[in-house]
C-alpha cells in the first residue's frame, strides 16, 4: 500500500494560519504543534491513544484485558503496515516530541482485511486467531474512512482535533477519494458538534457493536464529487 507523502505542518502559537485555528502559548512561550505522518518510534505514546476510542467503544474482549497488555499488543501491531492502526494508516499531532492526538484512516477497499494483520497477536490479548474485534461494516464505496480521531485528555481545548481534521484531506485526496467519511456515536454530541463545524454532514446511521453512529460525510478539498 502506497503511503500518501505528507509533508509536516507546523504551527506556532504566533503563526498557525495554515490549517487554521490556534493553538495558545503556554508559560514556557511558543508552543509548536506538528501533524506528520506517523512513524515506528511513536508506537509507545500512540497506543493510549488508540485505547482511548477502544474504552469509549466498550469493546467486549478487551474490557478484562489489562492495560499493560493491551498497549504491549498495541505496540505491536502499530508496526505492521497493513493493520487498521498500523503506522501507515496513521497521521499524530506532535508538539516538541509529545504525540497530543491521532488520526486513523484508510479507504473502503481496505476495510475487509485491514485486521488481518493482528490475528497472530490475538493470543496474547486471550483470544483465539480467528475472533475479531470489529465485524461490522463502517464505511462504504468510494470513502476515505477516518476510523479514529483522539487527543489526549490534557491537550483537549486546543483546536488540536481540527488540525488533525483539516489535514487529513491531503491522505484522502492522494488515496484518489472523493469524501471523507467518518462515525459519531450518538451519545458524543460534542464530538458531532465538532464534525460539523468542520463540514461533516450526517448521511445515515449505522450500528458499530452496541452503539448506534451517525454516519457523515464531507467533500474533499480540491475533489468534484
Known amino acids: 500500500m502506497q503511503k500518501a507523502q505528507l509533508e509536516p505542518t507546523a504551527f506556532a502559537a504566533d503563526e498557525c494560519q495554515q490549517i487554521g485555528g490556534s493553538f495558545s502559548a503556554n508559560k ?25 476510542v477502544f474504552t ?13 497488555t493491551l498497549y504491549s499488543v498495541l505496540e505491536q501491531a502499530f508496526l505492521l503496515p497493513t493493520y487498521r492502526y498500523g503506522y501507515p494508516q496513521m497521521l499524530v499531532a506532535d508538539q516538541d516530541g509529545q504525540i497530543e492526538g491521532i488520526a486513523v484512516g484508510y479507504l473502503h477497499e481496505q476495510e475487509a482485511h485491514i485486521d488481518d ?6 493470543p496474547k490479548l486471550g483470544l483465539t486467531p480467528n475472533s475479531s474485534l470489529f465485524s461490522d461494516t463502517e464505511t462504504y464505496a468510494g470513502e476515505w474512512y477516518l476510523d479514529t480521531l483522539a487527543v489526549a485528555e490534557t491537550a483537549q481545548g486546543h483546536g488540536i482535533g481540527t488540525k488533525l481534521l483539516n489535514a ?5 485526496r492522494a488515496r484518489h477519494a472523493k469524501v471523507v467519511s467518518l462515525n459519531v456515536d450518538q451519545q458524543n454530541p460534542r464530538a458531532k458538534k465538532l464534525y460539523e463545524r468542520n463540514g461533516f454532514l450526517k448521511h445515515g446511521e449505522l450500528m458499530i457493536g452496541s452503539h448506534r453512529y451517525d454516519h457523515m460525510l464531507r467533500p474533499v478539498v480540491g475533489e468534484e464529487v
Open 117 to 122: 494483520a493482528l490475528k497472530p497477536l490475538l
Open 28 to 52: 514556557r512561550g511558543a508552543i509548536f504543534l506538528i501533524i506528520r505522518p506517523s512513524k515506528p518510534d511513536d508506537a509507545p505514546q500512540v497506543a493510549p491513544l488508540i485505547d482511548i
Open 168 to 172: 487529513v484531506d491531503t491522505v484522502a
Open 56 to 68: 469509549e467503544m466498550e469493546i467486549p474482549q478487551l474490557m478484562k484485558v489489562p492495560k499493560k
